[in-house]
């Protein structure tokens, strides 16, 4: 490629140094030949296509069961083949701009995004064609999205309450537990108090004290609050106290040697170096708060996702309990994401330069 | 520069340091007295496992002498103090701090705000690490990295400057190099230099004063004067018989090693 040749000529002629990133990354790129061009193309077009069968699966195969309101399902596969389009010219667009990272990553998943299309396809064929999955415990997807649609409301309603009683519990949890983490790493005396506690209440799984809590407390919300955040506490003074006990006592040194006052030693070494386990902590804590909520919204917080599943299966509608199952799955699934970004963003000295991605 | 006169002075320093497993101690060094002043610039020689690391964290304040003491003026020594600057065997950047932040440490744990980007500045462009400046110190090359460590302690500019082999982890043309940079650093600011050393050839070479030490426990066996002016040549007769007499002194048979 002359441009590939010229890029080249102008590294050599005028140092390494002088490239950017982006150059840089094109000049260790291997050249790509005719098939794998054609082959790229087949890869980014494959969500399409796979979209395509799904909605004509939809609308061919005839129905098992009557299927009311039946374009919902269809509005949705539309918009998910539209969101993919956009995100597929945007790289391209990207791409020819010279920065290729978006094309990169969109080039990546496309296989997956068609396995999900597909995924769909067989789901609805299963459910709403034959009727091979059980009617009605297992709907089909026109009927969770009909649902959700229908009952949006309370379903909205019931998520904020549950990111309430997540975010109050996590936050007070991991607040806790990074003080008496960090004192504790720090501080022999604060281990030998805590340590007892962490001991005897460590292989007590959190959902031990739901019951218990539901007899004592004066307040549903108040003990899911408290259960949500002891098992924080927890994996949070655990993570942190291992993070800055094990701190390196040649920075130590280094920093004493540098004028570092006790306080400064805590705060400006043995914290930041004990960060990457921190973040692990909140990591692991996020994990087991999400179900601690969950096992106290079924069993006896009045409101919430898990509350409003148990209720909807009582009521025998299993499209509404699906429709709070994808729901609860998609704020998870946030939730851990921006985790994972802050951490990403927090440690990126680990890795130096954050991976082409 | 106006940097102040420093004496330091350890009078009858012994240390020990009690084993893990069994009752035993390590005496690590044992009665030294020695007294050093501002514009020498001593070297410290010996095997390893002699106390030569034992003797610098003294002097640092990172550990108490058993018995005897460490003065500096004739104030005793009881803890650190940005006044005596150590550059470790190892380079130990704080890896969460970019190259600059790493440099800056100690100005901003003082609170120097204002002075800090020129200092930064100023020991950036000593070192000739302009374009890493915002690294982290895991994309540093080892000799890189030592460097910074350099300039992190300079950039207080101690009055007591402690090196434990700084160069240790260098090739042999950087590491000339930077012999020459501190040399010249020490020149200008004539503070107090105490540097170990594994290398006898740079003892001598940087030295005012090459200090032998003996293990078991540590001791110094001889103190020997350099004269500045005859050994910055490598191959000069002073040079060469100052460094069979301090191998011979370390034991090593046959004098005409090197
Ligand atoms: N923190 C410590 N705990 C126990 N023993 C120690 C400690 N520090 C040093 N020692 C012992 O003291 C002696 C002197 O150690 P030191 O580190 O001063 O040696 P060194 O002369 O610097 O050796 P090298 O040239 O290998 O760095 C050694 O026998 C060592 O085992
Ligand atoms: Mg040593």
């Known amino acids: 490629m002359p441009q590939k040749e010229a890029l080249q000529n102008a590294a050599e002629s005028l140092q390494i140094g002088g490239l950017t990133r982006k150059q840089l990354q094109k000049l260790e790129s291997k050249e790509k030949t005719k098939k794998d061009k054609r082959f790229e193309a087949v890869t980014l077009s494959l969500p399409i296509l796979c979209g395509l069968i799904a909605v004509a699966e939809y609308l061919y195969i005839p129905d098992n069961r009557p299927n009311h309101d039946p374009h919902m399902y269809l509005y949705v596969l539309f918009g998910f083949i539209a969101a993919y389009v956009i995100y597929l010219v945007v790289a391209l667009i990207r791409q020819a701009g010279g920065e290729s990272a978006v094309y990169e990553k969109v080039h990546y998943k496309a296989p997956r995004y068609a396995a999900l299309f597909l995924l769909a396809a067989l789901y609805d064929y299963l459910t709403l064609k034959t009727g091979i999955l059980t009617q009605p415990f297992v709907p089909c997807m026109n009927f969770i999205i009909c ?5 949006r409301m309370m379903l909205w309603d019931c998520t904020i309450h549950t990111l309430l009683l997540l975010f109050l519990g996590y936050s007070i949890g991991v607040l806790l537990g990074l003080i008496t983490g960090i004192a504790c790493g720090y501080s022999k005396r604060c281990r030998y108090w805590v340590d007892p506690v962490i001991n005897f209440l460590g292989p007590i799984p959190t959902s ?4 218990i809590m539901m007899v004592v407390a004066s307040s549903l919300f108040g003990g899911a609050v408290f259960i949500i955040a002891l098992g924080s506490w927890f ?4 993570a942190s106290m291992t993070g800055v006990h094990n701190v390196d006592k040649d920075l130590f040194d280094a920093a004493r040697t540098l004028g570092a006052k006790e306080r400064q030693l805590v705060f400006r070494v043995a914290i930041p170096h004990a960060m990457p386990s921190i973040l692990q902590g909140c990591t692991q804590a996020m994990g087991s708060s999400c179900t601690a909520i969950m096992i106290a919204e079924m069993l006896g917080v009045k409101s919430g996702l898990g509350w409003y599943m148990t209720w909807a299966k009582a009521w025998a509608s299993y499209d509404k309990m699906f429709a709070a199952l994808f729901v609860i799955c998609l704020i998870f699934t946030l939730v851990t994401k921006s985790l994972d970004l802050v951490k990403r963003h927090v440690l990126r000295w680990q890795t130096g330069v954050e991976s082409n991605g | 520069m106006d940097n102040e006169k420093v004496v330091l002075e350890l009078s009858h320093v012994s240390k020990s340091f009690a084993k893990i497993d069994t009752d035993e101690v390590t005496q690590a060094i044992y009665d030294i007295s020695i007294t050093m002043e501002s514009g020498e610039f001593i070297s410290l020689v010996g095997p390893s496992g002699c106390g030569k690391s034992t003797i610098l964290r003294l002097v640092a304040g990172l550990i108490m002498p058993t018995t005897g003491k460490v003065t500096v003026n004739g104030q005793e020594v009881t803890g650190t103090s940005p006044d005596r600057g150590m550059v470790f065997q190892k380079p130990t950047l704080f890896p969460w701090l970019t190259v600059e932040k790493n440099i800056g440490f100690s100005l901003t744990l003082q609170g120097r705000q204002k002075e800090k980007a020129g200092r930064i500045e100023e020991m950036i462009s000593l070192i000739g690490l302009e374009k890493f400046r915002e690294d982290y110190p895991n994309q540093l090359s080892g000799g890189m990295a030592q460097r910074v460590a350099l300039v992190r302690t300079l950039i207080n500019e101690p009055n007591i400057l402690l090196l ?3 160069l240790g982890a260098l090739d042999a043309f950087t590491r ?25 050839d740079e003892a001598i070479y940087m030295g005012t004063r090459v200090l032998v030490m003996d293990s078991s426990p540590g001791r110094i066996l001889a103190d020997i004067p350099i004269d500045k002016a005859l050994t910055r040549d490598r191959s000069s ?19 005409a090693a090197g």
């Open chain 1, 147 to 151: 649902a959700a649609v229908g009952d």
């Open chain 1, 208 to 211: 031990t004290w739901i019951p």
């Open chain 1, 235 to 238: 994996a949070v003074t655990v």
């Open chain 2, 164 to 166: 434990d082999e700084p």
């Open chain 2, 176 to 200: 000339m190099n930077m012999q020459d940079e501190i040399i010249k650093m020490w020149e200008k600011r004539q503070h107090l230099a105490l540097m170990v050393t594994h290398d006898v």
């Open chain 2, 237 to 255: 007769d002073t040079f060469v018989a100052h460094r069979n007499d301090i191998l011979r002194k370390l034991h090593f048979s046959g004098s």
